[in-house]
């Protein structure tokens, strides 16, 4: 017994007249592991508490960022001091983190930094559809280093938050969920255009994810083209997503179309009139048996 306590007590090294003794190894992981069981379960208490009170999830997600950095300051300075060892142990920490720093750790710092400027002005929000360069996706979790995005084809993006503040960001729901999208179709001239404009109308009125009370849909005459009258039809939508404006879009193409059909509108396409001056003469390639004839 005296061997085994001759072994735990054994000094491995001093620290501010604190001897580091081999009992230390084996208590400090030991303790670190109880730390995590507690972090991890106030936590998860802490979470539950949040969800039933209806927060925001970009304020649940700060508060409980926030409270996993203070409980862990404290519970790892309570620990080291019952085991009795000093913070100065840990100096070489901060030597090393500021070497790291000076080699390169400044992106991974300046992430850090972003991701906390984030979460506490809330520029993009968890479930935020953004579209960055030709990026296009839902925000899924704003994290201390990077933002997990959900890609419209389902595929899963993490973009440094520091790009996020430094790029050009596209938030379609910073402000509410309403979006505006634009179909144009063109008629053939002599349509009348009046009754075209009402059609139109009716086929975006005639769509339940179209808004007609706030944002109502507008009809435009937009031009004369080439081969066609041109119009444009402006709907608004309470949602957002490439993938449901595009299958908006789709849906009123459908019913224009229909309604074109039966009221007999001609879909212009593409076409020319070709006007020819002066006079032309047109000759008849002479027939099989005349050109023997002839040769004979």
Known sequence: ???FQDIFTYQLFQISDQAITLAHLFLIPLVLWLIYLFIKKSSHLL??????RNFNADVALLIQRLYFIVILTIVI???LGILGIPLAAFAFVSGAIAIGVGFGAQNIINNFISGWILMWEKPIRI??????GDVRGSVD???TRSTRIRRIDGVHLLIPNSQLLENMVVNWTLVDRMVRTTITVGVAYGSPVRKVADLIMQAAVGEPEV??????????????????????????IDS???TDLRTLRSNIR????ELFEANNIVIAFPQRDVHIDGQVRLVRPPKKNESQAADS
């Open 141 to 143: 979790t704003i994290n």
């Open 127 to 132: 479930g935020d559809f953004l579209e960055i």
């Open 47 to 52: 979470n539950k508490t949040l969800n039933a």
């Open 77 to 79: 300075i309570t620990g």
């Open 211 to 236: 808004l007609s009370e706030e944002k109502a849909p507008i009809v435009i005459f937009e031009d004369f083209g080439d081969s066609a009258l041109i119009f444009d039809v402006y709907v608004w």
């Open 254 to 257: 459908f019913r224009i179309t």
């Open 240 to 242: 957002f997503g490439d």
């Open 1 to 3: 017994m005296e061997t």
